[in-house]
């Protein structure tokens, strides 16, 4: 019954923002650490933040010093504000909870940034 629903992503100029947020429905977001992943074609998943069930966070050292994710635990929401955006960050953007079994993902919002 977990949910996990992923809005803001689109296309955007480089040098440009986006906020995405990643919506919970089924679970308390902060009973866990929460990632943000992205998948460009032909390259594996990889993590881009992570912020942890006490508020520590964690970037990809390619979007360090652009990107901020954040959390709203009365909204049971995480965001991914990113800013800067290069044409190398297009890919679909996940959502995550990490759990010491398996993640619980969202389906995933596209985000295309033209040069």
């Known amino acids: 019954q977990v949910q996990l629903v992923e809005s803001g992503g689109g296309l955007v100029q480089a040098g440009g923002s986006l906020n995405l947020s990643c919506a919970a429905s089924?679970?308390?977001?902060?009973?866990?650490?929460k990632g943000w992943y992205r998948q460009a074609p032909g390259n594996q998943r990889e993590l881009v933040a992570r912020?942890?069930?006490?508020?520590?966070?964690t970037y990809a050292g390619s979007v360090k010093g652009r990107f901020t994710i954040s959390r709203d635990d009365a909204k049971n929401t995480v965001y991914l504000q990113m800013n800067s955006l290069k044409p190398e960050d297009t890919a679909v953007y996940y959502c995550a909870v990490e759990r010491p079994t398996t993640n619980w993902w969202g389906q995933g919002t596209q985000v295309t940034v033209s040069s």
């Open positions: 912020i942890t069930l006490s508020g520590t966070t």
């Open positions: 089924g679970t308390i977001l902060s009973y866990y650490t």
